[in-house]
């Protein structure tokens, strides 16, 4: 069983900034992309940034530039760091990994920015 345990989103002003975090075991964490995707109400849930196990990461183009995806090896544990937040960018955020062909979720946490 895969786990994926996610922390760190709350309500914010247009403007400011969150820190997301996700957690998971070493044997997942050391050979698998993570990333991060994100589903407002009435939407799908689409991919925000992934990073590969060697630390390569991509962007959707709505948050290029703002937001920042990286990986702490020692902690098992990777960041989604959010500056100069949107309304547009309020949504239940979502860990993500896929191994052995299937997709995995952490429970998501929810990302409210205020106008």
Not at 64 to 88: C, H, W
Request: aromatic residues 10%.
């Amino acid at each position: 069983q895969v786990q994926l345990v996610e922390s760190g989103g709350g309500l914010v002003q247009t403007g400011e900034s969150l820190r997301l975090s996700c957690s998971t075991s070493e044997m997942i964490f050391s050979v698998n992309t993570m990333g991060w995707y994100r589903q407002a109400p009435g939407k799908q849930r689409d991919m925000v940034a992934v990073i590969t196990s060697s630390g390569h990461p991509s962007y959707a183009d709505s948050v290029r530039g703002r937001f920042t995806i990286s990986r702490d090896n020692a902690k098992n544990t990777v960041y989604l760091q959010m500056n100069s937040l949107k309304p547009e960018d309020t949504a239940v955020y979502y860990c993500n990994t896929r191994v052995w062909g299937i997709n995995f979720w952490g429970q998501g946490t929810q990302v409210t920015v205020s106008s």
